[in-house]
């Protein structure tokens, strides 16, 4: 006779009038009132759970319950004459078990966090500690709250209040500027939390509870100014003549192959050039992309052979900066050259534009605009600017190729071309 299975603690069996057994996980009583409780310090941030008809399910699940459960009662017997913000100040076990600190923290962990792209990562941190920063009506910090509590009504009051920024002007005075994108970029890395949180019952969050899903957030309208071939040609010729080469490829790789700033400067290395193609695996989508530089009848891109083939090995990456590092090549006691930082490469691109009379308005990210747009213009089928942009979606690439006067002009054209058919059909 098979060993009757021990259940774990506040797990309890109930029989169904189908002759099945299901399992429960029961809050103790005096935990139920400390949930019930608007005073208690640390309101307990579990709920009673049904675990199904299988049993292992319910075995496994309810040791992870009383896991959690057991991590908040050792909290919550030395909370009773604390606050939240004590706790933490008190430096007991970090944040403070259930409130959105702590869920935050369960979250940077998770392999849903940390295997995303590090700029994500920074985007995901940056808003996450806006939100906790925030301060309630009467004064708590948001951080310090149970996660499980936060509903919509209160995310609502959140975004509106978040969107708003008081600085300092000029002249010293207080005033208020709205940064609606800065707002948004914090809701969506909460509905993230959120989503992963339910998931995984994290301080009591249960599956669909996403207090910022569905929030019906104000669109941030930004038009991309796309840069044509001769502004490209401007500041390629620029950068090469203030002695800056290596910018000068930059913007080729960028505007001819149609790739991301990201793909340029940090991950297309000189394992990727060989046989007269590119290799390019997009660092965002992972589409692997074979660019030829040549064909038949020549060169596809003109000079862009020649200026890889020209350009110094000087490192692992095609790009690399100019001029030697100081501090690494006296330590190495040779020539040593570092890869470009997003931020120092901006500000270096700007300078340069800024030199060949390129207004502020076109970015280096816009080169993959213009590219694609060009290519538009030259008749490519979508499918052609797929392969050649990585991209995996038409709609998406449509968010690069709508906006040009030449195909407005074509389609004006086609439109002239139907009418003068009909006026002749109707004769």
């Avoid at 806006?130 to 009506?137: H, Q």
């Avoid at 002007?169 to 500027?177: K, Q, S």
């Avoid at 599956?207 to 100014?225: I, L, Q």
């Avoid at 490209?232 to 991301?260: H, N, T, V, W």
């Amino acid at each position: 006779m098979a060993a009757k299975a021990t259940l774990p603690r506040y797990v309890r069996p109930s029989k169904r009038k189908d002759g099945t057994t299901a399992y429960f996980w029961d809050l103790p009583t005096w935990a139920r009132k400390s949930k019930a409780d608007a005073d208690d310090p640390l309101p307990c941030p579990l709920s009673n759970e049904a675990l199904g008809t299988d049993l292992l399910h319910a075995i496994t699940r309810g040791e992870d319950l009383n896991k959690d459960f057991d991590d908040w009662r050792n909290l919550w017997r030395q909370a009773q004459d604390m606050t939240a913000s004590e706790l933490q100040q008190a430096s007991l076990i970090g944040p403070v078990y259930g409130t959105l600190d702590w869920v935050v923290v369960q979250f940077q962990k998770d392999p849903k966090y940390t295997s995303t792209r590090p700029k994500t990562r920074r985007g995901y941190d940056q808003g996450l500690q806006l939100v906790c920063d925030y301060r309630t009506r009467t004064g708590r910090r948001l951080g310090d709250l149970p996660a499980a509590k936060l509903e919509e009504q209160h995310v609502d009051l959140l975004y509106q209040d978040l969107q708003w920024v008081e600085e300092k002007d000029g002249d010293g005075n207080i005033v208020r500027r709205r940064r609606l994108p800065t707002a948004n970029a914090a809701m969506r890395a909460m509905r993230r939390l959120y989503n992963i949180a339910g998931r995984r019952k994290w301080g009591g969050i249960q599956p669909g509870h996403n207090p910022f899903a569905k929030m019906g957030m104000e669109s941030v309208r930004s038009v991309t100014e796309v840069p044509s071939r001769a502004q490209y040609e401007k500041i390629r010729g620029r950068a090469d003549e203030m002695g800056f080469p290596s910018i000068a490829l930059a913007c080729m790789l960028a505007f001819e192959l149609c790739q991301r700033e990201g793909d340029v400067i940090g991950t297309l290395a000189w394992t990727h050039y060989k046989d007269g193609q590119i290799h390019i695996r997009q660092s965002k989508t992972g589409e692997p992309l074979w660019v030829p530089l040549w064909d038949d009848e020549g060169e596809l891109f003109p000079g862009l052979a020649e200026r890889l083939d020209a350009t110094p090995r000087r490192g692992t990456l095609i790009v690399m900066r100019d001029q030697r590092d100081r501090r690494a090549s006296r330590a190495a006691g040779q020539p040593v050259y570092l890869p470009y930082k997003e931020d120092w490469f901006r500000h270096l691109f700007r300078k340069i534009a800024r030199a060949a009379g390129v207004p502020d308005a076109i970015q280096f990210r816009a080169f993959r605009h213009g590219g694609l747009t060009e290519m538009d213009d030259a008749g490519a089928t979508s499918r052609e600017l797929m392969s050649t942009s990585g991209h995996t979606n038409v709609k998406t690439l449509e968010i690069y190729t709508r906006r040009s006067g030449r195909q407005a002009a074509s389609a004006a054209r086609k439109r002239r071309a139907l009418r003068t058919e009909r006026g002749r059909l109707s004769e």
